[in-house]
T-cell receptor, first 110, second 116 residues
Framework: RKEVEQDPGPFNVPEGATVAFNCTYS??????FFWYRQDCRKEPKLLMS???SGNEDGRFTAQLNRASQYISLLIRDSKLSDSATYLC???????????FGAGTRLFVKA | GAGVSQSPSNKVTEKGKDVELRCDPI?????LYWYRQSLGQGLEFLIY????????KSGLPSDRFSAERTGGSVSTLTIQRTQQEDSAVYLC??????????????FGSGTRLTVV
């Protein structure tokens, strides 16, 4: 079993749609959680951190469920510019080793 | 510098040759990481440096891979006797503190290695 698993997609959605991605992780002792965004042929960049209480940044909402060991990302009112690969990221206890998921590809179409 | 700088941006090499990839982290960042990303895949952890501590080499795929970090700043990833399966984008990231975990990373734009 992979340490961090994501549905690779691709998700093809129209502009304005709401889309949700899930990610599961295997190490119950994992410490911190993030979503990164990676545009085609570019380096990954931090999108947002993920907390058990849930956190929202504009159209983006992230949620962590420690009991079930999964992380979610919800994008509302999708824009063409949201097209990218979204990477689920988990840092192990101690804050050192960080595992990246393989990513979920999103295509938003007009 | 303002960001993480990697060189070269592209490297084509013949199978069996050695290559060196360079990473200049953000000034003052104590933690430095190397990842590898094959086409259409996620990031594969290779090695991690934190200050003067011994590096975490647990992700290096074989003994052909090695990395150094001199003076707590610049890092060099060396691949000896390259194989075609080494073809990938090699990404370097730095952060100001290991304790920030995956949220504090700044990535360089990577070195695209092609072994022919």
């Amino acid at each position: 079993r992979k340490e961090v698993e994501q549905d690779p997609g691709p998700f093809n959605v129209p502009e304005g749609a709401t889309v949700a991605f899930n990610c599961t992780y295997s190490n119950s002792a994992s410490q911190s959680f993030f979503w990164y965004r990676q545009d085609c042929r570019k380096e990954p960049k931090l999108l947002m951190s993920v907390y058990s209480s849930g956190n929202e940044d504009g159209r983006f909402t992230a949620q962590l469920n420690r009991a079930s060991q999964y992380i979610s990302l919800l994008i509302r009112d999708s824009k063409l510019s949201d097209s990218a690969t979204y990477l689920c990221v988990v840092t192990e206890a101690g804050g050192f080793k960080t595992i990246f998921g393989a990513g979920t590809r999103l295509f938003v179409k007009a | 510098g303002a960001g993480v700088s990697q060189s070269p941006s592209n490297k084509v090499t013949e199978k069996g040759k050695d290559v060196e990839l360079r990473c200049d982290p953000i000034s003052g960042h104590t933690a430095l990481y190397w990842y590898r990303q094959s086409l259409g895949q996620g990031l594969e952890f290779l090695i991690y440096f934190q200050g003067n501590s011994a590096p975490d080499k647990s992700g290096l795929p074989s003994d052909r891979f090695s990395a150094e970090r001199t003076g707590g700043s610049v890092s060099t990833l060396t691949i000896q006797r390259t194989q075609q399966e080494d073809s990938a984008v090699y990404l370097c990231a730095s952060s100001s503190s290991a304790g920030t975990g995956g949220g504090g990373y700044t990535f360089g734009s990577g070195t695209r290695l092609t072994v022919v």
